[in-house]
């Protein structure tokens, strides 16, 4: 299968139409072979539509990859049915790390795209356990400043067109309450500038929470769920 | 659960409505960050005051996601941006800094200076089996989601709508796919295949 890939021009991948290049993605994807058995794998979940197995290289212990079995590359690729079903079996997972594994969080991940730091050809999931202090730091969001302008003109081209696909949205544009721009800043606006985010103006700033300081010292009684109990209430808490 | 708690910042957010929302539902409401990681990064909340995606009822986790796949293929569409990252984290120790559930929407370019990756952990062939183990067993009950409101005959809160459209959103976007990729616009076209060729480098 490889050769098959290998022996293929740029030419021939051109001229393939999108359900032949998605065939050829999937013969050649690692992880519908682990799908499908040909691979061995670590599997700690699976259903009809979605397996779940241990990633080799684990961020922390219980990293675990949830991926539909049918392929797909990225999220916009599935259905949004299948999206929420694949996020219930994440949720639960996550569960299923709090209790076995005594950890004290998770996080929830995708990856869309080699520039997100995708490297599967196919979807997946990570749901990766954590505890305080577990040398894992890539989750922690870097916080720009931006000024208000750009912020509602990126907020306004957004809503606009989720607007166009989202049929429900009840969204309203809101412009700045506190401090109402003049006129002709207003009008200005509503032809949003092209879109191009300046990475010289923002300063990241990484911000740093001590992570002992705001745990509540209650324990909880049930006996059940002590550990989400005590997630929950020591996040109220703040 | 209380529907809404006095001491939660984003629950005050949300009943104030001052924030830059980008979608709103009954259940749901998608702001976009004001110290965005990235440019466009959207938080997508439920409206109900839940700590954790664990104590988050089920057809609400449902909502929430069904809502970020449509708000992620905005952003790709709208910001002409190379990837996206969703996040969630539940706990202090998973940098949660927020009491209230969210899923963040991050948008990515390349050299936009984020990295979200990890140094692999080695865990000897006995302790991945250990952890197998006890993730297999704690995991063998998962299904059976409640994808009602609880106390209300009602699914995913309006149903009609909400099911109807996401039924219809299962077949536009290949409709449209298909549409663009015939109709005269040979930009769009060259950037999906040079997407799945890239991809397909890499797997080669």
Known sequence: MEQNLASLTEEDLKNMTPDQLRELQR????????ISGKVQSKKVFEDEKSIAILDINPANPGHVLLMPKEHATIMPQISDIDIGYLFLVAKSLSKSGLKALK????????????????KSPHFMIHIIPRKANDGIAGFGLLRRKMAKEELQAVQQAILKRSKESMPGNKAELILSLEAPKEPEKLEAKEQPPAIKFDKQKPKPSVEIRPAEETKGPEQSDDEGSI???????????? | MSSENAACMVCQAVASGTGMAVY??????????ENPAAYGHLAVIPKSHHPIIEETPD???NHVFQVVNKLSVVVFEELKVQGTNILVSNGIAAGQDLPHFMVNIIPRTEGDGLNFQWQAK????????TVEIVLKEQSASIGAFELKKKDEAIVLG??????????????EPKAEEKKEEKADEPQAETEEENYLIRHLRRIA
């Not at chain 1, 550990?227 to 703040?238: C, E, M």
């Not at chain 2, 709103?24 to 960050?33: G, I, P």
């Open chain 2, 59 to 61: 057809y609400l986790v």
């Open chain 2, 122 to 129: 080695h865990l000897s062939e006995e302790e991945m089996s």
């Open chain 2, 24 to 33: 709103e539902d009954d259940e749901v409401v998608a702001y976009l960050d």
């Open chain 2, 158 to 171: 309006k149903p009609e709508e909400i099911i109807s459209s996401a039924k219809e959103r299962k077949k």
């Open chain 1, 103 to 118: 950890a004290e969080g998770s996080n929830i991940f995708v990856a869309n795209g080699i520039a997100a730091g995708q």
């Open chain 1, 27 to 34: 013969k050649n994807c690692i992880f519908c072979q682990i």
């Open chain 1, 227 to 238: 550990d989400l109990d005590d997630i929950a209430r020591v996040l109220g808490r703040k």
